[in-house]
């Protein structure tokens, strides 16, 4: 059974509004990123221990559930050459949190790509303490009766596909969680002068894939830079994959991240709207944007829980 969830900072800052947009698509949970309660804002990991406690009460007020943690756990703005105690506590701060909401996966990357001044990568990628560092993770979270998921973005493990196979090698056990639309603007480390192939990534995270994400989009090389579209819209190859996964029959969340009106780590869509136009468009895409993909999945014959 395929179950439907979204990143929902993407449909407004506020929990309220992330717990309405989900409520009108009929969907029990969310996966959390970035949450606004009680005049605070930041990742569910990261707001202070009382908002956190107010969270908790209010989502269960509403019935809803937190399916996953978007962390900030090696992602793409940590560098490897950071000291590794600031992700010790990302993990000390998200494990009794997570076992408080009964969320069982968490998203974390393999830190950003080492890059000089002019945005080409370097040699030199630490590959030793990444792999060193993630098995850290990975055993954390197992140690608790929790999964992480890695996913293919912009970070070491999601530079290719051999890079996928490279850390699923050195971290036996370890889940990953598969973008669509990832592939469209990272580069492709096997391929140079190439963006990556979305269906060459789903094959090679496949077999250890435990989450989905569903973001689509073109790139644009005039603007040397990724158009955020509707799922299906897009050269992620949504359609083909999803089509796969149902005919396949995989078995869990998959969850959207439309892009279209705001991009968590750079320019959106709707940023040169009023703040209130902006508001409206996050919230009615969102809401397209679900109903779009949870169509399309009945198109393909999922069965959807």
């Given amino acids: ?8 900072d993407e449909a407004g800052a506020s929990l309220d509004v992330q717990i309405q947009a989900h409520q009108e698509l009929g969907w029990d949970s969310i996966e959390c990123r970035a949450v606004e309660f009680d005049g605070v804002k930041g990742n569910l990991h990261e707001i202070p221990d009382a908002v956190f406690d107010k969270v ?5 007020e509403k019935n809803m559930k937190i399916s996953g943690f978007g962390s900030l756990i090696g992602n793409w703005a940590k560098k490897i050459t950071d000291d590794f105690s600031i992700t010790e506590a990302e ?4 494990i009794p949190r997570m076992q408080k909401l009964g969320a069982k996966l968490i998203r974390v990357m393999s830190y950003a790509v080492c890059k000089d001044d002019s945005g080409k990568d370097l040699e030199e990628q630490f590959a030793p303490e990444r792999i060193k560092r993630m098995q850290a993770i990975n055993q954390r979270f ?17 530079m290719s596909p051999t ?6 090698e ?22 140079p002068g190439h963006k990556q192939d979305a269906w060459a990534m789903y094959q090679a995270i496949k077999p250890f894939m435990a989450h989905v994400h569903v973001k689509d989009g073109i790139w644009d090389t005039a603007k040397n830079d990724a158009v955020y579209t509707y799922p299906g819209e897009g050269e992620g190859q949504t359609e083909r994959i999803m089509k796969d996964l149902v005919e396949t029959g995989y078995n869990g969340y998959i969850s959207i991240e439309p892009h279209v009106a705001v991009v968590f780590h750079g320019a959106g869509a709707a940023d040169d709207l009023s703040p209130e136009q902006k508001a409206k468009e996050q919230y009615d895409s969102y809401i397209r944007y679900g109903r779009q ?3 399309m999945l009945q198109k393909l014959g999922a069965n959807l829980g």
């Fill in 163 to 168: 890079y996928v196979q490279r850390m699923a």
């Fill in 91 to 94: 993990i000390s701060r998200a």
């Fill in 56 to 60: 908790v009460a209010h989502l269960a």
């Fill in 142 to 158: 197992a140690d608790a009766g929790l999964t992480v998921v890695h996913e293919n973005c912009m970070n070491w493990g999601g």
């Fill in 293 to 295: 993909l949870e169509a």
């Fill in 170 to 191: 050195a971290v036996p056990g370890m889940k990953w969680v598969f973008d669509t639309g990832n592939p469209v603007f990272i580069d492709d480390r096997d391929r």
């Fill in 1 to 8: 059974m395929i179950k439907l969830t979204g990143i929902a």
